[in-house]
């Protein structure tokens, strides 16, 4: 490019930028970069955000265009950010509070009364909202400690047999011929394990849990190993010196039917079981009959097959306290919630509040004063179902977990703020943001509606 | 620009409007209005999704070097300021760097009419495949009115083949519009994971256990095509020259309603097999071939030559001959075309395109020719070795040694001419080297250098600068390389 036609080239990016971003009342913010910004039509764009005015549009500084590229709202469907940091106190939560306009706050339950719910939460501090808004809360005893999430870079990750087997990119990796990925994720004895998984053909991928050896697949390394195909899970059980043993296997049809997956493995030493959850659905729960044999903290995929691409991101393993979660009690009377207790014991009547520690449930012959520890779970409004959001409203998603939904009114590099309808305006820092995410209704019917995307199939969803 | 939501309601109101969308049990009996009803509601709730949801279904699709993907609509382009691209949703005119855009698909288009007493597509040594009628044979170039630039004059030694088509083929059928004409049905053997066809704009998608027919008239010798995409396994059977409109249960065909026979292709993800299905025969296995290619993919195009006459299946994947079924068939004795998606997941086909075949193969050629005179081959498979002196529209003349010999056009499937050096591509300094898909299914290598109001202006190498009719293309590749000579 001659010297002038660079010149021209510039002034035109700057005369171009500069208009954009006086259209946008937010500006000033520069991209954070690795971020993805998805459509409701398929698109899926990298880049950075670099401005958003609120209900209106947003700017997007894409490595291919040459000027920042101006959407209305209309249509997105979420913004990932490549980067995103985890509130700081996250670790110590130990609620998990459920609105009815989808928020999932997770926090320390400071008191509750007939009117309002007050916690001590990561990303704002002590809120208060109204308990009518609270659908339900599960106390998360053991807390909820990601030891691991991920990947955010290949970093920590030993690829074998070549460093190209598996590929890192943008938050994912890619493999298309033979190899194995470990790390080393501190598994704790029990604990939730779960990735995405994206692939073209037939999927064959093996992994291998609680195993010392991430440098390779080691086939004489104590682990729990899965095999996991287009529509099925194997799963045995390796003991160095001893040799294998079939655990059990699984149909999983769902996976027949689609080209990418969000497997968990549900892990509780203490018991020697394993839960398999698929998109959600629990699938089945297997046991070792011998005990648990392994004994390592890492664990180690395997891509099987040559040619077809597959991708794992999401990668997530949490401490788990070793319980199900509730399942929604059905309808009750108006007024009458349902609590779960850790013996597996319920109790209903109407929840009067919960100070310095109980719970107050007035029964139909007594008033029960329940200790929060023996608390699992308690259903506000057994048998309905949220969320009713309302256009307009745009859900952040936090690193680590957690989600609020709300009216924004700011968005810059360091801070969004805007309305929530639980807990009025918040303000939080722009890098815990995991997702933020856009027409919320609309995204829902067309995934209900099965609108087939062939486009990207590497999407998330 | 299109709504889905706009193509549901059109959809619906087909359906109700039109006595030819018909639904139908596989016993070959009309639903009652209760199941009639039915797939009207789920028709309406998916619109009504689609609707609420108002997703606006941009026309073109672009795909970057780094993968994004963005549907929109590609306005301009030139050297200078790179690809103009618009949404209905973007605020002013996008703009990306030309170096860095990889594909841009152009949505289906109509496939053009030859015109002229001698069409014939041309292979060229870059790998490139025009069609268009045949000017004049010229000692060092061919004069050559193409469908997608006009006429062009190309030197003869670009030339790596000419495939003689005859001019009077027909078009029987050419992309799916909507539901109009089509009859379709649930596979009842699949139970729960029975499902229907549905319309989407320029294609079928099926989610679950579905057949989608019709009567196409299909002529004795036809070549029939279409891109297919799926998610989960694919379990497609075509039933050719059918007069069936609803499936037919194999392992019950006596029991179905009288039917007549018919060959039925079944591609699998690891392998395709053809059966013939006739009533009160035995199923007759006509053989099965591994094709593991489609294991490792998600979309193909699948090209199907048959003739009724001659009794020949040919089977071609992303232009490639898988097999070719000709010994011990049978004849088939409908006229119609049904497809069973009968796999787990959804499916999705498009670009159907259906017309007559001359009985000529269209493939390329696994092994080149070589030597200083050209080689025809004929359809019966012979080869012919000599110096070709004259092209008209009966026949062509070989000049052996001294010795001139006669072929006539309808004998010659190709004429193979010895390969050359691919010409160096023009200078790509003010352009952006690119292959396009064409609307008749040829390929072309050009520099791009302007995209306006509906024209291309390119650079085809060797040949030189014409304007082509944007409508024409179905879909642009951008390169990196100058194009190499193919095969």
């Avoid at chain 1, 490595?63 to 980067?83: I, Y």
């Avoid at chain 2, 029939?224 to 020259?241: C, H, K, P, Q």
């Avoid at chain 2, 080689?375 to 529209?393: F, H, N, Q, R």
Wanted: charged share 20%.
């Amino acid at each position: 490019m001659s010297g002038e036609r660079k010149i021209k080239s510039a002034l035109k990016m700057w005369a171009s930028s500069l208009l954009a971003l006086l259209c946008l009342s937010s500006a000033g913010v520069t991209a954070r970069g690795d971020d993805i910004l998805q459509l409701l039509d398929g698109s899926s764009l990298h880049g950075g955000l670099s401005g958003l005015e609120p209900g209106k549009s947003v700017m997007w500084q894409h490595p291919a265009a040459t000027t920042p590229l101006q959407l209305k709202t209309d249509n997105l469907r979420q913004v990932r950010f490549g980067k995103a940091e985890k509130p700081p106190v996250a670790e110590n939560m130990t609620c998990r509070l459920m609105f009815d306009n989808g928020d999932e706050v997770f926090g320390n339950l400071v008191q509750m009364d007939e009117k309002t719910v007050e916690l001590d939460t990561a990303f704002a501090g002590r809120l208060k909202a109204p308990r009518s808004a609270v659908q339900s809360i599960r106390f998360l005893w053991k807390g909820f400690i990601p030891t691991y999430e991920g990947p955010s870079s290949p970093d920590g990750w030993a690829v074998s047999p070549s460093k190209d087997i598996w590929r890192y990119e943008d938050g994912a990796f890619f493999s298309t011929a033979v190899g194995s990925l470990g790390r080393d994720v501190n598994m704790p004895g029990k604990a939730r394990i779960s990735f995405d998984i994206a692939w073209t053909g037939q999927l064959s991928l093996a992994l291998a849990i609680y195993t010392d050896s991430i440098e390779r697949f080691d086939f004489g390394a104590s682990s729990y190993m899965f095999y996991i195909g287009s529509g099925y899970v194997n799963v045995q059980r390796v003991q160095s010196g001893v040799g294998t043993t079939h655990i059990g296997q699984a149909q999983v049809n769902s996976m027949r039917e689609r080209n990418k997956a969000r497997m968990e493995f549900r892990v509780n030493r203490d018991t020697a079981t394993i839960a398999l959850y698929v998109d959600g659905e629990f699938i089945t729960q297997w046991r070792d009959q011998g005990g648990f044999v392994a004994k390592g903290t890492g664990i180690c995929f395997f891509s099987q097959r040559m040619g077809p691409m597959m991708r794992l991101t999401n990668v997530r393993v949490a401490e788990w306290d070793g319980r199900d979660e509730a399942q929604m009690p059905e309808a009750k009377p108006e007024g009458v919630q349902v609590l779960y207790l850790v013996n597996s014991d319920q109790a209903e009547g109407e929840l009067q509040g919960v100070q310095e520690g109980k719970a107050n449930v007035k029964t139909d012959f007594t008033t029960l004063k329940i200790p929060v520890e023996r608390i699992t779970d308690i259903y506000m409004r057994p048998g309905q179902p949220m969320t009713n959001v309302l256009a307009g409203e745009v859900r952040a998603v936090f690193a680590g977990g957690g989600s609020v939904t709300f009216t924004i009114d700011k968005w810059s590099q360091d801070e969004v703020s805007g309305q929530n309808r639980n807990f009025g305006r918040v303000s939080l820092k722009t890098a815990w943001v995991r997702r933020l995410q856009f027409n919320l209704n609309r995204a829902q019917e067309l995934e209900e509606s099965g609108f087939l995307r062939k486009d990207n199939p590497w999407v998330d969803e | 620009m299109m709504r889905a939501q706009l193509h549901s309601r059109e959809q619906k109101l087909e359906n109700v409007q039109h006595p030819t969308f018909n639904v139908q049990r596989r016993k070959g009996k009309s639903v009652s209005w209760k199941v009639g009803a039915l797939l009207c509601v789920a028709m309406v709730w998916m619109g009504a999704a689609l609707q609420a949801a108002e997703v606006v279904m941009e026309p073109n699709l672009l795909t970057l070097k780094n993968g994004d993907v963005l549907r929109g609509k590609m306005v301009s382009f030139d050297p200078g300021s790179g690809l103009g691209w618009t949404r209905s949703d973007s605020i002013g005119t996008m703009r990306f760097e030309a170096a860095k855009v990889q594909t841009i698909e152009l949505g289906p288009v109509k496939s053009v009419a030859v015109s002229g007493t001698m069409p014939a597509r041309l292979r060229l040594a870059n790998g490139d495949t025009l069609d268009g009628n045949i000017v004049a044979l010229e000692t060092n170039a061919l004069k050559f009115d193409s469908v997608c630039a006009g006429p062009i004059t190309i030197p003869r030694e670009l030339l790596r083949s000419i495939s003689p088509q005859s001019a009077d083929l027909k078009t029987v059928f050419d992309g799916i519009t909507g539901t109009n004409g089509w009859t379709f049905a649930d596979v009842t053997s699949a139970g729960e994971d029975a499902g229907y066809w549905s319309y989407q704009p320029g294609a079928f998608v099926a989610t679950k256990s579905a057949s989608v027919a019709r009567d196409l008239k299909l002529p004795d010798q036809v070549t029939m095509e279409f891109d297919v995409s799926w998610r989960g396994t694919l379990n497609l059977a075509i039933a050719v020259y059918t007069d069936s409109l609803t499936p037919i249960s194999l392992r019950a065909k006596e029991d179905e309603p009288p039917f007549a026979a018919f060959y039925s292709l079944q591609i699998n993800t690891h392998s395709v097999n053809l059966l013939y299905v006739s009533q009160p025969e035995p199923l007759r296995n006509l053989g099965q071939i591994i094709a593991p290619i489609l294991g490792q993919k998600n979309e193909a195009h699948i090209t199907i030559h048959a003739s009724k006459e001659r009794r020949v299946l040919t089977l071609l994947i992303d232009g490639v001959l898988v097999k070719e079924w000709s010994s011990g068939v049978p004849a088939a004795q409908g006229s119609g075309v049904r497809f069973v998606h009968q796999g787990q997941g959804s499916i999705q086909m498009s670009n159907l395109r259906v017309r007559e075949w001359d009985g000529r193969l269209d493939e390329v050629s696994p092994t080149a020719h070589v030597g200083p005179d050209e080689a025809v081959i004929t359809v019966s498979g012979e080869k012919l070795v000599g110096k070709l002196e004259s092209y008209d529209p009966a026949e062509l003349q070989l000049l052996t040694g001294q010795t001139p010999f006669k072929v006539g056009l309808k004998r010659v499937q190709r004429i193979e001419f010895s390969p050359v050096k691919v010409p160096a591509t023009a200078p790509v300094s003010n352009g952006r080297l690119a292959r396009a898909k064409l609307a008749n299914g040829g390929v072309i290598t050009f520099v791009l250098r302007s995209w306006k109001d509906g024209q291309a202006t390119v650079v085809l190498p060797g040949i030189g600068e014409v304007l082509i009719k944007t409508e024409l293309l179905q879909q642009l590749e951008f390169l990196d390389e100058p194009a190499k000579s193919g095969g």
